[in-house]
């Protein structure tokens, strides 16, 4: 079982809706979660970290942390053609110390 | 967040050579990595740079392949030694600014022929 799985897709939305990109982690002990977008040819920049179990919303995203089930996913309201890109589920694990990227969902947002 | 410049940005090299990329951060970090990305796939971990120790290698990397230097808090280089065309990646330093969450550098592609 890989530490942190996400759907590679692509994931294909129309202009305007709602992309949901989700993600699961083994390691049940984890407390700091992340969701990066990497567009190609670029590096991965920080979208949103969430650390308690619930909703976090920041603009048009928002992340969803549910502990007891290990899932992790994020939501982009009002997608836009510029949202096309690879977003990474990012979990810090405590056993070993050090932060676990999934292999990205490619998101296409057509216009 | 911190400003994260990386040198090369990109070569291309012949094998057996070496390359060494730099990593500079505005600000004063503790933690600093080094990971590659290969063509498609994600992020793959190979060593924290520790200031003032030697890096910590995770598994599958070695010092003699992959040697680190991290000589004060804003700066860490990783050199990619007697390459092959398998080392052809990107590689991203990043840093953590607290609360376990890293910044990455723009990357340097590296293409080994």
Redesign the interface.
Known sequence: QKEVEQNSGPLSVPEGAIASLNCTYSDRGSQSFFWYRQYSGKSPELIMSIYSNGDKEDGRFTAQLNKASQYVSLLIRDSQPSDSATYLCAVFNTGGFKTIFGAGTRLFVKA | ?AVISQKPSRDICQRGTSLTIQCQVDSQVTMMFWYRQQPG???T?IA?ANQGSEATY?SGFVIDKFPISRPNLTFSTLTVSNMSPEDSS?Y?CSVDLG?????????TRLLVL
Not at chain 2, 100 to 106: I, K, S
């Open positions: 967040s796939q994600s992020l971990l924290t995770e990107i991203l609360e376990e969450t890293q910044y990455f550098g723009p990357g």
